[in-house]
């Protein structure tokens, strides 16, 4: 079984930032993938950011600029720098990893971004 647990969801301003966090838990030797996840209100789930165990990184093209992923694979543990947020940024957010082809969530975390 494997675990994830997301931090660092809130309310924030226009232009404001927030940094979300993932701790991964469970039986397993390493991450291949690890990311985040968004899904607005009555929109499909879609992919914000991820980054392999070997620090290769990948963004949506309406974040790029704004959001920085990392991870600390001794920990297991991805964080995602939200910068310069904006109302479009609001959404639930979930980490995701994946561990030799399987996939696995968080619960989820919100972000609304509001003035």
């Known amino acids: 079984q494997v675990q994830l647990v997301e931090s660092g969801g809130g309310l924030v301003q226009p232009g404001g930032s927030l940094r979300l966090s993932c701790a991964a838990s469970?039986?397993?030797?390493?991450?291949?993938?690890m990311g985040w996840y968004r899904q607005a209100p009555g929109k499909l789930r879609e992919p914000v950011a991820q980054?392999?165990?070997?620090?290769?990184?990948y963004y949506a093209d309406s974040v790029k600029g704004r959001f920085t992923i990392s991870r600390d694979n001794a920990k297991n543990t991805v964080l995602l720098q939200m910068n310069s947020l904006k109302p479009e940024d609001t959404a639930d957010y979930y980490c995701?990893?994946?561990?030799?082809?399987?996939?696995?969530w968080g619960q989820g975390t919100q972000v609304t971004v509001s003035s």
């Open positions: 980054i392999t165990s070997g620090g290769t990184t």
């Open positions: 995701h990893a994946t561990i030799f082809l399987q996939n696995y």
């Open positions: 469970g039986s397993f030797f390493s991450i291949d993938v």
